[in-house]
């Protein structure tokens, strides 16, 4: 006799849809096309496209799930180094090695409003390490960008070809020539150019807003 197993009313013990599997789902597809569509992602997790939205803002939301993604990838624990230069390069590099694994998700990120209370309070813990090197809130937000904006700068060169310049025949450019003769022919001139840009910035951060003495 062939036993009949009933099923269980009521919901499923486990739900088919929270926001960290939307968010790790949309990362995969900006990954590989270098963008999402709504029904893309929706298909890519099994489910209607209709389903996100009890999740989700429609697609800012899903941005923004995209960057606590890349947030939580990083690592915030250089934060509470005691000097402030150290902290801030302890994290930048986390954050350039976070953004060189997912170069694709940078424009997404840069031309969206930042709304993340992830993002929101790490930021927040980098405003405080600029006061700790005499920064001024009116000059925090400016610096940071400065900042910033090298490091992505610096996760996309990762992704740049071995061969970066190549000065066609017939083309008259001695100086640069000579410039890219002269570098150094290392396997590591990403992370060597990242490590120089890095210390001369904070360096000069730190010059700038040093304590002067009284004349």
Known sequence: MTQITQRRAGRPRKALLDRQRIGEAALELVDRYGD????????????????????????????????????????????????????????????????????????????????????????????????????PAEQAMTILTVVENFVIGSALDLAAPEVMWEIPEGVDAPALAAALAAQPATAKRADEVFEQGLTRLLAMLAEEFAPRDPE
Do not use: C, N
């Not at 309070?121 to 390490?129: E, Q, S, T």
């Open 36 to 135: 999402f569509t709504l029904p893309a992602l929706a298909r890519a997790l099994g489910v209607q496209p209709a389903s996100l939205y009890h999740h989700v803002d429609g697609r800012g939301g899903v941005i923004e799930l995209l960057r606590e993604q890349i947030s939580d990838a990083m690592d915030p624990a250089p934060l509470d180094e005691e000097r402030w230069d150290l902290a801030l390069a302890g994290f930048f590099r986390s954050y350039r090695d976070v953004f060189a694994a997912h170069p694709r998700v940078v424009p997404l990120l840069t031309t969206a409003t930042i709304r993340s209370e992830r993002v929101i309070r790490a930021y927040d813990k980098m405003v405080i390490r600029l006061a700790d090197a005499g920064i």
